[in-house]
Structure formats: C-alpha cells, structure tokens
Nanobody, 124 residues
Framework: QAQLVESGGGLVQPGGSLRLSCDIT????????MGWFRQAPGKEREFVAT????????YYADSVKGRFTAAKVNGANSMYLQMNNLKFEDTATYYC?????????????????WGQGTQVTVSS
C-alpha cells in the first residue's frame, strides 16, 4: 500500500507560480510511475504529468508543456510539480497518484493510490 499527501495549492493570479508537493509513504519502487492529475468542476480527471520513479523521466500533457515541471525530490519519497505562467484554465483540484504496476500510463484508471487533492485557483 501507499499513502499520498499533496500540499501547496492556493490562489494565484494569471501568470503567477505555485509549487505543489506530494509526500509518499508506504510502498513505492523504481518501476512505479507517479502521476499528477487535475480535475476541474464538471470535467473529467485529466493527466498533467508523470514521473518514472527510478529513472526520474518525465512526460507532460501538451496543455502544460513548457510551463510545468514535475520531478522527484532527491533522497526523499516526495515529488513536486512546479507550475509557472499559470492560466485561468489551470484552475482545478490537483492530485498525485501512484501507478498500479510498472506500466506507464496517462489514464487515471491505471493509478491505484491517490492523495486527497489540493485546490489551485487562478483568478485575477
């Protein structure tokens, strides 16, 4: 099992920055994939970024590429999502999640463990 806790959400103006953190306890192996997802009111949960835990390799949704950076925190079971140049459409609840197995995926259904989410609101 794994337990995930997100933090760092808040209210920010367009063009601003926020850094989300995800602290992981329990089982996580180098083969696992950690994901960042978000869900806006009335919309489906969508993929934001993934981090292959062992190698640290990352992959991003086109909507955030060049603005968001996901990475592991060296020496800790933790990762972050640095979000720059935030836009109104980035407003959502953001979740981190651990994959069910070693297969890389952007589908929420392939992630077994989830945090409780942290709210990000971009507003002027």
């Amino acid at each position: 099992q794994a337990q995930l806790v997100e933090s760092g959400g808040g209210l920010v103006q367009p063009g601003g920055s926020l850094r989300l953190s995800c602290d992981i306890t329990g089982r996580i192996f180098s083969s696992h994939v950690m994901g960042w997802f978000r869900q806006a009111p009335g919309k489906e949960r969508e993929f934001v970024a993934t981090v292959r835990w062992g190698a640290g390799t990352t992959y991003y949704a086109d909507s955030v590429k060049g603005r968001f950076t996901a990475a592991k925190v060296n020496g800790a079971n933790s990762m972050y999502l640095q979000m720059n140049n935030l836009k109104f459409e980035d407003t959502a609840t953001y979740y981190c999640a651990r994959s069910s197995d070693a297969n890389w995926s952007t589908r929420p259904s392939d992630y077994r463990y989830w945090g409780q989410g942290t709210q990000v609101t971009v507003s002027s």
